[in-house]
């Protein structure tokens, strides 16, 4: 055990003093200095009041004045302490109450540099003893000071005092009375004067002051008093009568009955125990002072010069930060598009318990509105018995399908039409086909009628009502395994007559439906993404000159782009270029939807995805989690009315090739229920407000009701031009983040004016490749094939956000945050007023 004061002048006295200290462990204690700690190496554990800390290299924390506090020093540390003279500091603040709110565990780290940097300038000319002078001594700490003010300092009006009762209640008024308490415990203290201070009745602060601190006041004052008694009875020779007067115990019969039922013992006895204790530790150190001392701060002059190089190169290799003032206006409401629908995947698929295990997880913490499937008249789910003489029904699967979303507030949205199930590679290669047989359109009727009338009986008309139909057309999807017919296709590209079975069929079931339960939304046919605006507006005013219309269009966007000139299908790789591709598309379904009379249509992006492909691992990178904030925030225009991302699990999706713990899936699962990168975007996307403050191209800012706002943020990069060079789905997977167009982190500061003054609590949530992200932890696992039960569960707590939480003043009705976000990095701030100011 080691302690140096390092540097001993007339101004010490009133205002600093530094010590080292090293393999230092303390009683229970408290002093009238505010000491802060700053760790330089090993790990230390400081106890203030009754909650721990653990501090690690270059971290720091403020301990007030009388604060009870203890260390728990491990055997190879090293770290500072600074004590500050309250009255000294007192003046210079122009401030009587001094309060600090400061950890490094709940510091944005730009304000936590400024600290460090405040710290080791100051210990830099500390170590030039005796050759620095008072001036600047005082240069430094009074820049110390002043970055403590600028960020840590709490006002008066928004003092938090740091006590047992902080989780219960945090009112003005106990703070006032345990500041009072802290000031006058010495003296003879009633409830009676307490109250007096206070204009309030006696009855009123013992109901108050028990409710708020789980003590009768006169335990509480009896737990500080009994705080600073056993810090003098360890540390001075004062007899024990005159330490139990010395704290305001009325008597020494008083102090030995509190310390007993705390301690379970007398205070002689304590007292003789641990000065036993230090005496021997006191004479270790006599023995060993000289050699550790130089050690030690040879070990400080170390420690600083590393940190002295690191400075310089981040001064002169900073970044522009990218600034952005946002003035609270005229706001509006917006719908959460995003979250009203989700794809579930084929009918067959929904009766595994796997997956409905994971849908459950999801409807749990996602909560979306609508969950869509198809294949619900697939000839696996054994609903057409054609044994006899006429065709007769078993709805019993279907039922089993319906009830488990029903009951778990998904409301169904089925694709009727015989869609198929697809199992993509790439968009040219398909790793698996389920088809469903062709039907007449008597028998498509009778079918629909019969189905219908099973859900009315089964979950009431009014139910139904609320569900979607969309029917699937053949022709208008991208994900069929007719490429090789795209030349035949390309030459009937303006033939009416190519689109009329599919609205025969459609005006066939809608018919159907609209008999039985008439409100119900049906709509169709899944418009594929290559559609070019001629085509695109040439198919949609065919539709308008038919008898029955559609109540919403349905389209699928995945950003791939075909010509129509068939030497350009065998390019390696077809997604698209363009990162706006999404909103591109929108804006050209919107104005079709325009000059075809379909204005006022419902549009519904009913499968939305970066690809079609299912062994793909964007899909579980990173990359993804921004993809789908962009994608999302970029279009809150109103043009859209649900968006379903493709697809919820990667059940939907495991074949014989699916080794792997993951594999490229589409799910926001992987198939053991790892939440992804994209799961996790969800997750922040849902905690936005309702209301739209601003939005811009890296970040989103909303409200709730009262003063609560929340931030997105995100750092997103696409891909670089090697990249199409090379089929989809090739790249290693060790090389996923090599194929893009660069790898900078975005320095961003958004600055929100007009928000109210006060007392704010801050919560911060990110993803990266360092929090959150499946793909990085199971490289960082070592890839392995052959995982077993409890390291997936490993993985599965492994792989969630970051998360923190800070407390900032306002006091000129404006907020600055900055961060420096990763690249793929999506970050969340939730801003909430505790006390106005």
Known sequence: MIITQLFQTPIDAKLIDIFTMQERSTLNHAHKEIELIYLIKGTLRVKVRDVAYQLNKQDFLIINSNEPHSFVSNADNLFIIIHFNYLQLSSLLSQENIIFACNSSEVRQAESEQLRRG????????????HSSVVEVLEKAFKL??????????????????????????????????????????????????????????????????????????????????AYAVNELVTTNKSITRIALDNGFPNLAAFNRVFNDHYQEKPVEYRKKKMQVLKREENSVIEEAAYENNEVLQELRYYLKQTEAQTV?????????????????????????????????????????????????????????????????SDEMHIEDCSGESISYNFSNVNKVLDFLVNHRLKPYIEL??????????????????????????????????????????????????????????EMDPMREQRDEEQKRSSNRHNPGQ????????????TVISEIVPTAKVGGCGLTMDLEKDRLEFFLKQWKEKDVHPDFLSVYLYPIELDSNSSNIKKKNVLSVNPDYIQTKLKQVTNALEHSGFENLELNVTEWNISISN??????????????????????NGYVNMMGYWTCSDIFSDFKDAKSLIYGGAGLLTKSGIRKPSYHSFMLLKQLGEILVAKGKNYIVTKKSGDRYQIICFNYKHFDYAYYLYPE?????????????????????????????????IKERKINRCQGSVLDEWLNFGSVDDIKPDEVNYLKQKCVPYMKVDHA?????????????????????????LFRG
């Open 119 to 130: 710290i080791e300038e100051l210990l830099s000319v500390y170590l030039k003893q005796p």
């Open 145 to 226: 000071i002043s970055i403590l003010q600028s960020f840590y300092l709490k006002s008066q009006r928004n003092v938090a005092v740091n006590v047992d009762s902080l989780e219960r209640g945090n009112s003005q008024r106990l703070n006032e009375i345990l500041g009072y308490i802290q000031a006058n415990f010495r003296e003879p203290l009633s409830l009676e004067e307490v109250a007096s201070v206070q204009y309030i009745t006696v009855p009123y602060l013992s109901k108050f002051f028990k409710k708020q601190t789980g003590k009768t006041f006169s335990q509480y004052v009896n737990k500080v008093r009994l």
């Open 313 to 377: 190169v981040l001064y002169n290799m900073e970044p522009n930060r990218e600034t952005h003032i946002i003035k609270m206006g005229k706001m509006k409401a917006f719908t959460k598009y995003w979250n009203k629908m989700i794809n579930l995947g084929y009918a067959t698929d929904l009766l595994s318990s796997d997956m409905q295990e994971q849908v459950v997880l999801l409807q749990n913490e996602l909560g979306f509105t609508y969950g869509r499937f198809w294949g619900v008249f």
């Open 417 to 474: 039409g015989p869609k198929p199930k697809i199992l993509s590679k790439k968009f040219n290669h398909s790793l698996f086909l389920q088809t469903s047989g062709k039907k007449t359109l008597s028998e498509w009727r009778g079918l629909i009628k019969a189905f219908l009338l099973n859900c009315v009986e089964r979950y009431s008309v009014e139910e139904v009502e609320t569900w979607y139909f969309e029917i699937w057309s053949p």
């Open 499 to 510: 689109f009329e079975e599919y609205f025969t069929l459609f005006g066939c079931l809608k």
């Open 615 to 636: 062994r793909e691992l964007l899909n579980d990178s990173c990359f993804k989690a921004t993809y789908i904030a962009k994608n999302i925030i970029d279009n809150l």
């Open 729 to 761: 789905g090739t790249v290693n997977v060790n090389e996923q983040y090599n194929i893009f167009e660069d790898n900078e982190e975005l320095r961003l500061s958004l600055e929100i004016q007009g928000v109210s003054n006060g007392t704010y609590r």
């Open 809 to 833: 003043v306002v006091d000129n009705n404006s907020v600055i945050l900055t961060g420096e976000l990763q690249p793929h990095e999506v970050r969340l701030y939730e801003l909430t007023l």
